[in-house]
């Protein structure tokens, strides 16, 4: 398997990667435009433009898009996140020219009809409702708002039901005029692709429709980690509770050292905190670390859902953890999670889907691919001293960020939780 790229005279970079033993193709359009490339009026509107793009074009109504690709046995879907958005299908490699002529119509003739958007925002605003009627979803999003307190990257993706019930045909085609150039595009295909053919494929539909640059692009304000507290007390059976600290960015020395940390610190079931809280001491019923990575910050967190009689003994069990790992982390564990890493990495390869994915990522981050044998490479020059340097500096040097949903009455309070963590003179997030 080998990937090739080529990039069109308009700048759409076309990407594949060839795996002659499937008789399937994953493919899809990704644009490095997200939530966080929206004005305050603008929250929201790319995730609504996602929505909008399946709703019906000049030539296929919303109706026959979904039925071309699916009289196939084909499938369409799509995806918004904080720094990107995705619209990608999966077919036989016989129907690659339709589900491209597809993907095409959608980004470059939808209508915005009226109606549709009606309906559309509708369908929107009840998605809010469920999210926030969801306390393990919205405990997530009310932590990277505090951890980015005021700023675009830490927005709720979905927006507010005020500014999803004002957007108008022409505020969506502006976004999308501004946005959706060919210097932020990528076309990715995994699968049974010829990469001269799909390349061919691509032009004749994206090569004269896209426009190179956009214009009047505002500069997106770099991230600013603030840390923070939210607390929201319901009457539920559990608590939802996220600790974090400021994580790293993509692009920086430290990235994949913060993701081998997490791994470690509650990646799996042999991980710290499931043997400590869950196996141990049974505190909870779920415990996992994480960590984001954006352009330019990150966010590294742990994830608890508990009772409510369990909160307080709880947390100084995690906390101690993470200050143990600034003591000491053994090559044990390392070992370990680097083979958790490649084996993800291999058995993605199994997946066009998950490969293409994992692609278009790469090109949009990085501008290349990185193979396989690079990156663990990166990770096989990690030393325990590296890992427990981070582990000090991430939660010793950085403010906490804290949100709670639930029973939690009884959560430690930011500076009692620095407390725990033996912290000396660091810098904490005010209380709100």
């Known amino acids: 398997m080998k990937v090739k790229t080529t990039t069109l005279a308009n700048g759409v970079t076309v990407v594949t990667e060839t795996m002659p033993h499937l008789e399937s193709v994953a493919l899809g359009v990704w644009v490095k435009s997200g939530s966080r490339d929206e004005t305050a009026a603008e929250h929201g509107i790319a995730h609504l433009l996602e929505h909008m793009a399946f709703k019906g074009t000049r030539k296929r109504s919303a109706r026959q898009i979904a039925e071309e690709i699916e009289n196939v046995g084909g499938e369409l879907n799509a995806a918004t996140s904080t ?9 036989l490699k016989d129907h690659v020219p339709l589900a491209i002529d597809i993907l095409h119509d959608i980004l470059t003739d939808s ?48 927006g507010t039901p005020e500014t999803v019930q004002s957007f108008t045909p022409a505020q969506i ?32 539909r994206f090569g004269q429709s896209i426009k190179p640059t956009g214009t009047l692009l505002r500069e997106i304000p ?60 049974g505190l909870c019923y779920s415990v996992y670390a994480f960590h984001w990575g954006f352009s330019d910050s990150g966010l590294f967190g742990v994830h608890a859902a508990t009772g409510a009689e ?27 999670s680097r083979a958790q890493v490649r084996s993800g990495l291999l058995m993605a390869q199994e997946s066009p889907a998950a490969r293409a994915s994992q692609i278009a990522r790469q090109m949009l981050l990085f501008g290349r691919p990185v193979s396989n044998e690079e990156l663990m490479e990166r990770l096989a020059n990690l030393t325990p001293k590296r890992l427990s340097d981070l582990a000090g500096r991430l939660f010793f040097d950085t403010p906490v960020t804290v949100s709670a949903i639930g029973p939690v009455g009884e959560l430690l309070s930011i500076p009692d939780m620095v407390h725990t963590l033996g912290r000396n003179g660091g810098r904490t997030a005010a209380a709100e």
């Open 310 to 336: 369990d909160l307080a003994e709880l947390i100084p069990v995690i906390l101690s953890e993470l200050a143990k790992a600034a003591d000491g982390v053994e090559e044990q564990e390392i070992n370990r």
């Open 173 to 204: 085609r502006a976004y999308l005029a501004r946005h959706y150039t060919g210097d932020r595009i990528v076309v990715v295909a995994a699968g049974a692709v010829d990469h001269d053919i799909f390349v061919k494929l691509v032009d004749e």
């Open 83 to 91: 720094e990107t958005t995705s619209y990608y299908a999966r077919v």
């Open 111 to 158: 209508v915005f009809d009226e109606d549709e958007l009606t309906r559309e925002k509708h369908v929107i605003l009840q998605e809010i409702g469920a999210a926030n009627d969801t306390p393990d979803d919205v405990v997530y999003d009310k932590f990277t708002e505090a951890a980015f307190r005021d700023q675009t990257i830490g927005r709720p993706i979905l």
């Open 222 to 281: 770099a991230a600013n980690y603030t840390g923070g507290d939210y607390r929201e007390t319901r009457d539920l059976m559990d608590a939802q509770v996220l600790i974090g600290f400021e994580g790293r960015a993509y692009q920086v020395r430290d990235f994949y050292c913060s993701q081998l940390l997490a791994n470690i610190l509650g990646g799996g079931m042999s991980s710290r905190l499931f043997q400590e809280v869950r196996e141990k001491r």
